[in-house]
């Protein structure tokens, strides 16, 4: 360790990978230099006594300056969804690089990372978007790209942007050749459209019906599919926000066959039910997202999932779209469900709401709590240096105050989305400080980043569970 390292957090509760180490944390050039150990001195400190020190929030899922499958720009651009994130304690982020049809995968690429280059705030990472399997070159970009470390490949199986099984089965393979992870948006597309055009039909489209329109069963069809076409392909899948008890069982039982399935949910379906799309008018709006939120037995079951490791990460699904002509209401005052964007915000409310209910709570504790948020979703996306605190490991670091208690505004975040969908939530529990490679984006509460200052993150490898060989 230096003699006069850059900065020490001096005197908190350090979680680690091997557990809470009690003492000072000591940071020079960027990276972790001391764990616990006495810090003389130092050119800055920040006092920690009392309070929690965890690895910086990684979320691993969130759409940022994208266009959706309903052809609507979202809310955000890097700038505005990036501070949104430091403001809430989250230090990595993996967004979305989405194919438009007929686009080639390097010209998607490079117009993202253009954005980010531009605006980000905090260190990110790209899930490459693949709606049009088509396009010329496509299987040779994609191997190029993989290779220069774009390790992980979204698809959908609903919205006009799905792909059908015989894609789907392409693309696991060319994801096994090459050495990425693909992640799934799974409902089935057939059902909801069904349910959809039923309801539409008999004139029940105020947001409330938007949960009936995507039956739970669109989700657990789909899920149970892809677990089967991961299994035939030996291709490590991850599958995005879980939101049913069925769909927590099919993934155990996939697991139990050594089917190489991960899976994540969200808070907005640890907290919410789907009561909270019951508003007047078109307000329930806001709080419309696919899947949507489900009952308080599906609750149960995702907490007790993610506690016995059948789900292995917490991500915001951050899609922001404001309660306007621009987003939400872009096809009026009489718009139906179907006709409105799915998304709500979550960079910035994931880990406070997640701190208050696993530390303050109780519910798994800090050790679990930073497993969930940080070290799992660095661990299985590959992201370099990133997600823990462990000597030379990237200086990313959240002072959390475990005593601070804030109920949520209407419009007190930080993004460009005008509402707050937790309003009026009270959580126990605040990121004080909040560091990214040793340098201060959060002080004492306050914003102090820049735009730009955020990096690629390199992932040169990636983790993969051992599977039996499939037959």
């Known amino acids: 360790m230096p003699a006069n390292p850059d900065l020490v957090i001096r005197g908190g509760r350090i979680v680690t990978r091997d557990g809470v180490v009690d003492g000072d944390l000591a940071i020079s050039e960027g990276r972790f230099v001391s764990i616990g150990r006495p810090v003389a001195t130092a050119k800055a400190e920040i006092a920690a006594k009392g309070k929690w020190v ?3 929030g990684v979320d691993p899922h969130a759409h940022i300056e994208q266009m959706s499958g309903m052809g609507q720009w979202n809310a955000d651009t890097f700038e505005t969804a990036t501070k949104s994130a430091a403001m809430g304690g989250t230090t990595s ?4 690089a989405a194919q438009e049809k007929g686009q080639t995968l390097v010209d998607t690429v490079a117009d993202y990372a253009a ?12 899930h490459l978007t693949l709606t049009d399997p088509t396009v010329t070159g496509f299987e040779a970009d994609l191997a190029r790209l993989i290779g220069a470390g774009h390790r992980s490949l979204k698809v959908f199986t609903t919205y006009n942007i799905r792909l059908d099984d015989i894609d789907l089965l392409r693309v696991l393979r060319l994801a096994r050749q090459n050495g990425a992870l693909v992640c799934v948006h799974a409902e089935n597309d057939a059902i909801i459209s069904e349910a959809r055009a039923a309801l539409v039909a008999a004139g029940r489209t105020a947001p409330k019906y938007h949960a009936k329109s995507r039956p739970r069963m669109a989700e657990i069809e789909a899920v149970e599919r892809i677990c089967r076409f991961a299994e035939y392909i030996g291709q490590p899948t991850m599958l995005f926000h879980i939101s049913t008890q069925e769909a927590t069982e099919a993934v155990r039982a996939a697991r139990d066959r050594g089917a190489p399935i991960w899976a994540e949910t969200c808070p907005h379906y640890l907290f919410m039910t789907e009561e909270v799309l019951d508003r007047a008018g078109l307000e329930g709006a806001k709080w419309m997202c696919s899947p949507p939120q489900r009952t308080e037995q599906d609750q149960t079951a995702l907490w007790q999932a993610l506690l016995s490791g059948t789900l292995d990460l917490v991500s915001s699904d951050h899609a922001p779209y404001r309660f306007d002509e621009t987003g939400k209401l872009a096809a009026g005052l009489n718009a139906g469900f179907h006709q409105i964007a799915n998304g709500l915000p979550g960079l910035e409310t994931r880990l406070p709401l997640m701190f208050d209910a696993m530390v303050t709570g109780g519910r798994g504790g800090p050790e679990a709590f930073a497993e969930l948020t940080a070290h799992a979703p660095a661990r299985l996306y590959g992201l370099r240096g ?3 605190i462990a000597l030379g490991m990237d200086a990313d670091v959240v002072v959390w105050d475990p005593e601070k208690t804030v109920t949520y505004g209407p419009n007190d975040l930080h993004d460009n989305v005008g509402y707050n969908p937790w309003e009026g939530f009270r959580v126990t529990g605040w990121p004080e400080h909040v560091i990214l490679r040793g340098q201060s984006l959060v002080k004492d509460g306050a914003f102090v980043g820049k735009p730009g200052a955020g990096q ?16």
């Open 456 to 471: 690629w993150i390199e992932r040169p490898t990636l983790a993969t569970r051992p599977v039996a060989p499939v037959s």
């Open 54 to 56: 965890m690895p910086g």
């Open 386 to 388: 990133k997600g823990g």
């Open 115 to 126: 954005r980010a280059a531009r605006g980000a705030m905090i260190d990110y990472a790209f």
């Open 93 to 96: 982020v993996i967004s979305f």
